[in-house]
């Protein structure tokens, strides 16, 4: 199935910007960063599963926000892209 | 049915800064934010057509990038939060 990781993490604190790079870099395990603050995971359940659970040790669940949108097994012709695909660097400070 | 959109602007410039308020304006109008840079929109295919054609208008598809997820009619069970839900000041520069 491919699962949407969409978040914003609160990088106000060293702390913060810490757990940033975290959540993207646990994210890079498992799929493919397309923006910023946005993964495409193509996981199985029980993967998923663990990921999830990763992400929510990493957050602060009072500061941060993470979002998952499950597109199921069908899900070519439910993602569209437009403009630019910059490649991504993890550590760039993520300022839109 | 339930469309998600997010993006990346560009913000190095003025313009890029106009056009991101741009955007998150114009997403303002048909759907709530969710995160800095991401949108759930509730919305029928007419409407879309026109919300899309709207932003890509307003970007610039050299700098910025777009993506529209659909999640089709049945999407409660396909959205998860975890953590805080902060309101959104659509004026807030977008830092994450």
């Given at each position: 199935?491919?699962?949407?990781?969409t978040?914003?993490?609160?990088t106000e604190?060293?702390a913060?910007?810490?757990?940033?790079?975290?959540?993207?870099?646990?994210?890079?395990?498992?799929g493919?960063?397309v923006q910023?603050?946005?993964?495409?995971c193509i996981?199985d359940p029980?993967?998923?599963?663990?990921?999830r659970n990763?992400l929510i040790q990493?957050?602060d669940a009072?500061?941060d926000?993470?979002r998952f949108?499950?597109?199921?097994?069908?899900?070519?012709n439910r993602?569209e892209?437009?403009?630019?695909?910059?490649t991504?660097n993890?550590e760039d400070?993520?300022?839109?």
């Open positions: 199935m491919m699962m949407i990781i978040y914003d993490v609160n604190t060293a913060g910007r810490k757990r940033l790079r975290k959540v993207a870099k646990q994210c890079q395990n498992y493919q960063r910023n603050s946005v993964f495409e996981i029980a993967l998923f599963k663990i990921l990763e990493i957050m009072e500061k926000s993470i949108y499950n597109l199921g097994n069908k899900w070519k993602i892209h437009v403009g630019t695909k910059h991504m993890l400070s993520l300022i839109v």
